[in-house]
């Protein structure tokens, strides 16, 4: 059975709390393990959450600041301690290929050779995912520091509908070699088209927006998502602090989604500022421009992907 979750491993912003750990998230994905911005403590936390360094497939970090990358040594060394035997892709800033290489090599370790890295430039950048089922595109940030976003999306496709098949006498293997092929010779001996027994179903797309300011590449990453996991590090009253240190508030964080026409909403990297008290105000923000799905996470939380609309 395919599973499409998001495992959040944890929720904290620079500075981890008794409560929310550094950054980290797995989207799992129909078998792929998509691991973003491994903070500091990541490898333990997979092990709370019951997931393991063999599910990942993809390493993917949005900038190099600490609480968004200073897990990659213990998730390299884990890879290689584990004998994974899959390719582990690796996404990251080019710009900091530097720091890439210091956390990648950051101690002594018996070294693997599973790991390739795929640096990201430019306003867009398509990533080579080597025939996974989905598409990977990063999209450039605004922070301080040289931030991307991620986008993962399925390719567009069909649904079927029983009733204009069964009207036209397709079944069985027809059905396949219709959907295969476009075109199939019915038993009675007319063209049936795939245009008359399907309508078209839009792929699955999930976003991933961390540290940023407003920006184009926030629009188009959040564009149609039916998920759209994004940073509210500061409640609307602290705005200014928001812009100063390249951040979003709840309230933006509401008005991306709207704009967007996103599907589910996941707000996380909340300011250790903040109390556990406090956590409503951001649902509450959030919600005075979304009418949404709100989900604010927590450490150890499992969001699934919103299940398909049916036609």
Not at 162 to 188: H, I, K, M, N
Not at 242 to 254: F, I, P, R, V
Not at 261 to 272: D, I, M
């Amino acid at each position: 059975m395919s599973v499409r979750e998001l495992l959040v491993l944890g929720s904290a912003s620079a500075v981890p709390t008794r409560h929310r750990n550094h950054n980290g998230y797995l989207l799992r994905w129909d078998g792929h393990g998509l691991l973003f911005d491994p903070g500091e403590g990541t490898q333990r936390q997979l092990t709370f959450g019951g997931a393991s360094a063999s599910e990942l497939t993809w390493i993917c970090v949005t900038h190099f600041h600490g609480d968004h990358c200073l897990g990659v040594p213990g998730i390299v060394q884990r890879i290689a301690r584990d004998g994974v035997r899959h390719r582990v892709d690796a996404a990251f800033p080019a710009s900091g290929a530097r720091f890439w290489e210091r956390l990648r090599h950051a101690s002594a370790f018996q070294d693997t050779t599973v790991i390739r890295e795929q640096p990201v430039s430019g306003d867009a950048f398509a990533l080579d995912t080597g025939g996974a089922p989905f598409a990977l595109t990063a999209r450039r940030l605004s922070h301080p520091v040289e931030s991307y976003g991620y986008r993962i999306a399925e390719p567009d496709g069909v649904t079927m509908l029983p009733a204009e098949l069964a009207a036209r006498g397709v079944q069985g293997p027809l059905v396949s070699a219709l959907r295969r092929d476009g075109r199939v010779t019915a038993p009675g001996g007319g063209t049936v088209t795939l245009a008359e027994c399907s309508v078209p179903r839009p792929g699955q797309k999930v976003a991933f927006v961390m540290d940023t300011r407003l920006c184009e590449g926030v629009e188009a990453l959040a564009d149609g998502a039916d998920m759209l996991v994004i940073e509210s590090t500061f409640l609307d009253a602290d705005a200014g602090l928001a812009a100063e240190h390249g951040h979003l508030t709840a309230g933006q964080a509401g008005k991306v989604a709207a704009g967007a026409g996103v599907r589910r909403l996941v707000l996380t990297h909340f300011s250790e500022r903040y109390r556990t008290e406090d956590e409503p105000l951001f649902v509450e923000q959030a919600a005075a421009a979304y009418g949404g799905e709100i989900v604010l996470v927590h450490d150890l939380d499992r969001v699934p992907v919103p299940k398909r609309q049916r036609p």
